[in-house]
């Protein structure tokens, strides 16, 4: 049984979630799943982080439930 904090649906890019009865999409470039770990994310972000250091503006979003340990993973990597 899904719990109530789980998303109904994670695509590579789109995820669904279920609130008040609603079901909302949002679409990004890029979904990771709960399962990826630091490893998979750096990966993915590397091209980007390496043109912020050649000084390019970029942006990165983490965005997750609170105390799930996003300001950890970014700064211990």
């Known amino acids: 049984m899904r ?5 109904i649906l994670t ?3 789109k995820i669904a979630v279920r609130s008040a009865g609603v079901k909302k999409e949002f ?10 770990g630091q490893e998979d994310v750096f990966v993915e972000v590397e091209p980007i982080l390496r043109s912020a250091l050649d000084g ?3 942006c990165v979003l983490a ?15």
């Open 27 to 36: 679409r990004f470039d890029k979904v990771f799943t709960q399962t990826a």
């Open 63 to 77: 965005y997750s439930q609170t105390g799930i340990g996003k300001t950890f993973a970014m700064g211990s990597a």
């Open 56 to 58: 390019h503006s970029v």
């Open 11 to 13: 695509e590579l890019e």
């Open 3 to 7: 719990k109530a904090n789980e998303p």
